[in-house]
């Protein structure tokens, strides 16, 4: 069973910065099926990468992913005040935890 | 448009039985797996398990096999998920998702909060 840890748990950024977050997986997986979501408080989830790089229908190019293997990181070039959320990675069965960003 | 639209929140007693459904909408309901996820309060998110309504082929994470049923009834494109005894610990926003071509979930319904409290 595949474990996806992310890190960091939480990211305290201000407007206008660089987000980097990471998605760790047990063990080396298909980079076709990791995704990336983003949850605000009261929401539904809201798929923005998929085959670890693409981005959703919709999603801003400021939202980037990359990665292969079992390291995968999802990258905001410059945070906009609605990006405050949670993210979550997805592979398959397997979720990770979740990593808040938050309002330095 | 494609939608996913869940029925409303319930309040049960440990021991009874529930049935929450999702319809689906603006597109081929039976071409596509959908999906039942988790959300306990405070926490993250929890893979269930997955239908086909084409078939009713369905495939359960190992945490959920016997604990809960999925189904479906594509003549109403309708997903549905169901227990038989809730427990307090079924507490939880449950949402349903459309399985996209890469396995992720690319459209959700908006979620049916589940409270079980005697």
């Known amino acids: 069973e595949i474990v996806l840890t992310q890190s960091p748990g939480t990211l305290s950024l201000s407007p206008g910065e660089r987000a980097t977050l990471s998605c760790r997986a047990s063990?080396?997986?298909?980079?076709?099926?990791l995704a990336w979501y983003q949850q605000k408080p009261g929401q539904a989830p809201r798929l923005l990468i998929y085959?670890?790089?693409s981005r959703a229908t919709g999603i801003p190019d400021r939202f980037s992913g990359s990665g292969s293997g079992t390291d995968f990181t999802l990258t905001i070039s410059r945070l906009e005040p609605e990006d405050f959320a949670v993210y979550y990675c997805q592979q398959s069965r397997a979720f990770g935890q979740g990593t808040k960003v938050e309002i330095k | 448009e494609v939608q996913l639209v869940q029925s409303g929140a319930e309040v049960k007693k440990p021991g009874e039985s529930l049935k929450i459904s999702c319809k689906g909408s603006g597109y081929s309901f039976t071409s596509y797996w959908i999906g039942w996820v988790r959300q306990m309060p405070g926490k993250g998110l929890e893979w269930m398990g997955i239908i086909y309504p084409g078939d009713s082929d369905t495939r359960y994470s190992p945490s959920f096999q016997g604990q809960v049923t999925i189904s479906a009834d594509k003549s109403i494109s309708t997903a549905y998920l169901q227990w038989s005894s809730l427990k307090a610990s079924d507490t939880a926003m449950y949402y349903c998702?459309?399985?996209?071509?890469?396995?992720?979930?690319?459209?959700w319904g908006q979620g049916t909060l589940v409270t079980v409290s005697s």
């Open positions: 998702a459309r399985l996209g071509t890469s396995r992720d979930f690319d459209y």
């Open positions: 085959g670890a790089s």
């Open positions: 063990q080396s997986v298909s980079s076709s099926y």
